[in-house]
Each structure stands twice: as C-alpha cells, then as structure tokens.
C-alpha cells in the first residue's frame, strides 16, 4: 500500500467491521470520520458519553441505527473508563479518543490494573505521512509520545515501525535513523545510538528490516543526494520508514510537511495490547477517518 | 523583502561590488553562482585556489578579465588563510567556501589569531527559506552550527536573526520559538528556555521583534491552527523566524521541506567579523547566488 487511500480501500475490501470504542464520542470531527467508515462498511462505531449530543451529531450523518451503539455516560472520566474496559475485555477492537482531553485518556491507557499497556511495554507513537511529492507513503516515528528516546525506546520505535509497514503489504522496508549528518561524532549522541542500531541489525538483533543511520533526510529520501555526497548506504535515498531522534524533531517535520506539501497522516499509538486512536481536536475528519482505516489493518491477523 | 528574487534584485539595484574572497575556488556550482552575481554587477569575485583549474572554469562563463582577480595558491590550506587574511585586513568584504572541506575552512575562521569570530561571540547560523506556500520568507536557525544551544546561544540566534529580518526590512519581526508544543513542561526543557526568552523580550533584554514561545510549527505559521486551538500568542501563525531547540529539529524541518516542499534557501554563518557563506558541494548553484545576493545586503550599513 502507497497511499492512504490504498488503506482506506483495504479495509473497506476486508468485509469486516472493526468495533471502536470512543471515549467522549461527543466531537463532531470524530463522529464525521466514525460515520463515513461506518457508511463505507469496515467499523462498527461504540460511542460512549452524552447521548443526546451525540445523537444530534448522528442527524447530519443518516446512520442507520444498527450500523452502530450508543453508551449513555456523560461524565468523561467514566466514559473513558468504560471505552478502555470495552476494548480490555475483547468487546471492541480499537480504542479512540473524542472529546476528552489527551492527559486524562492517556491515564486510563496508562493504568496498570484497568489500562492497554502491558507492563515493561515501551509506548511509542508510529504515523504513516502521505506526500504527494514522494513515491510512497513515509512511516515516522515518534511525532507524539517519547520527548527524548533513549536505545531501547529507539530500538522499540523501529520495530513497531517495521510491524506496521509488514502489515501494509512491505516485506522488507528501509529504515533510516535521522540525524543532522551521516557521520557519527560523539558530539551529537543520536549519531552514536544510530549507529549502534545499525550494527544490531547486522547482528540479527532486529529482524525484517532494511536499516541504516546516521543518516540525514536527503540521504534517507533523495537519491540524487546519495549520488553526490557518496555515502555506501543500502537505503539510498528510498526510505519507508524515518526513525527521528527525538520528539521536537519528528514533530516538526512532520507540521512543515502537513502545512506546506500538502502532507495527510495517520497516525496511532504503538505498544498497546489493541490499537490506540489519539487524534488532537485540530485534527482533520480526513486524518482520522484514515486513523480509523489503519488501526482496521493493524487487528488483522496475517 | 518577501522572496529570495527580491533580495537579488536589491543586491543588483545597489550598483556595489561586494567583493567575495573564495578559499579554494575550483569548484563549479560555487563558480556558476559567483559568475551569475558578477554578471549581474553585485559582486566581485577574489578567486583563491589553483589558478589552472580556475581559468577553466571561468571559460564557460565569458565574464570580462577585468570582473574578478585570481590568486594562484593551489595548497588548499594556504589558499584558506589567505581568503580568511584578506576579509580579516578589509581587501575583501564576504568570505565564502569553495572546495576546501568544511572543517578545514571553519578551523581557519575560527582562529583565535588570524579568524573572524571576536572573543566571547556566539558563533551560529540563519537561513532565509523560501517556501511556495508560505506569504513570505521564513529565517531559520540553527540548520548547521550549534547542534544543542543552551539559553544564551538561543538568544544569540535570535538577535543574529533578527539583525537579518531587519536587514531584509522587516521592521518589527515575528519570532516563534519552536517545541512541539505550546505548553511550558518540564519534561521538555527547550519549552523553559523557550519561556525564559519569552519573558525577557517582555522585559526589554531583547529589541526589535515581537517573540513568543514554546509554539508548535502549526501554530507559528498556520492561522487556523491559532484559532482552532484558542491560545493566545502575538505570532498568530505569522511567524517571519522560527528559533529550533536543537540541530537536529531545524535539520530535518528544512531538508524535509527542501525536499517535498520546493523550497529554496540562502544561509550565512553568524557572528563573525563580516559575512561568511558556508555551502556544502551538494548545495545548488543557484542556493549559492542568493548567499551571495543575502550576503551583500549584509555589509550594508544603515
């Protein structure tokens, strides 16, 4: 799959309704998205909080009232509550965030005895970025949960990267770790971890991967940049996935790109025992409509 | 001045020959852009490296014998010294990088006898970006120098850019200090630095530009994502300088964008004596005639 569209007609070929649990499902962005994957067949929408609200948002939508349900829990807390144990109990698929604020779900994902999170797991956060300027899509990672990741929460990211892009039909993507250069100096510690992954995967310590870094994003992204400069590197310059060294990094690449080519994202938390929606309320319907259709490709069994 | 054009066009109505002194100067991108801009009568190139090889390549060029002067000194490190020698004792007025290898050039400028950063001076970098979607030019900094500047290095990069902003006629220039997000949190210590900036500008230690940070990329350059969002910030997703927490960030942000954005830029080192353009071999022709262009704007005095 090379685009966000092809997911999105992926799981719409799939014939199979992934049930998702929304926590505070009052957000009219939200419910746009819910509605329009619901219509198209792939998810059956659980949308937990105040029915009347919601029901007002479903007008607009002309849902069917089988293609989805509704739990009546107004206060937010405990709807949060009541979407996470859906999903902890094997009653729906994905978990997704509406209304509530980020913090407060995050806790309940968070928790020990109730949340998704299994214990010692490292949670990361892995987007798929659609340009229309490169010839596939761009998987990066973390553009939200881990400020400064140290190896192993790096090591994580790249293989949580690399399951994501199995299951979107690459069997061996190429994984490039972001730096400013391609040289390892000791004056920019990243290089260091870059380059000890790399060796890793030499090793074997990390599997169904093409990796390679330091490298900077025209080497990662840009043959002819490979070309000039001369780096040996076996990503040369046709990245899947960019591994970012930390989350100021990733985050703003990822915002130049959205705002100024044209970039789509989906984007979903990683390391939790079923898939994890948290779009912020700036988010586009379009962004979480293609949320919805990936975390749909990620409950599949292959 | 809102594009890269305009500031060549200013360059060229000056009718002043900024002369250039090249260390190493047989390099062909570095010789086209030199041509180009003393064609167009703004610069006057002093050619320092192997005189044979020179000659060469100025035959494509066709410019008079009387538009540049060549120093025949084929050892690059001598041919360094006496570029860097003849900007320090004011026979030129821009050094600039030719084929010697950037190390080697910097290791020159930075001498504490012979180069061009004055004791006690925070040496940086600002590019000008010029990107299609965006209404006018964004200055960035640091894309090359400091790879994790402390507080005071901030505020020297957003002096050094402001001091370009000013010198491009932006009276009262927006500056945006960018974490990836807008909350002070100490988990993320550029957003303090990001705050203590802030605060100090609002107490009078920095001039000549409006300031707000921590702030996102949407939220500096994106008014809707300002609307959206509710937060209170004079930027207003119209940010003319984007101050990035580290190397790294504003690495993969402009290569990112150079990439997939079809952006342009000219960039010069900060904080030295006179203007310094450091361009690495891969950079384009024509990335190297709007430093010189920048460059010449630079010596102005007003």
Known sequence: MKSLQEIAAHAQARKVKTRIAVAVAEDSNTMGALCRAAQEGFVF??????????????????????AYQII?????????????????????????????????????????????LPPNVVMSYTCALELPKYHKLLLISDTAVLPYPDLNQKIAMVNYSVKMAHKLGIKEPKVALISATEKVTEGMPNTIDSALISKMAERGQIKGCIIDGPLDVFLACDPPSVQIKGVPTPIAGDADILIFPNLETANAFYKGLMLFAEGELAGLIQGTEKPVIVMSRSESEKSKYYCLALSCLMTEVR
Chains 1, 2 share one sequence.
């Open 72 to 116: 009546d829990i107004p206060d937010q807390d405990a709807a949060t509550k009541a979407a996470v144990k859906l999903v902890k109990t094997g009653q729906a698929d994905v978990l997704m965030k509406g209304l509530v604020s980020t913090d407060k779900f995050l806790r309940e994902v968070l928790n020990k005895q109730r949340g998704l």
């Open 45 to 66: 929408p659980i949308l937990i909080g105040t029915k009347q609200r919601i029901l007002s948002l479903l007008e607009t939508a002309a849902l069917p009232s089988e």
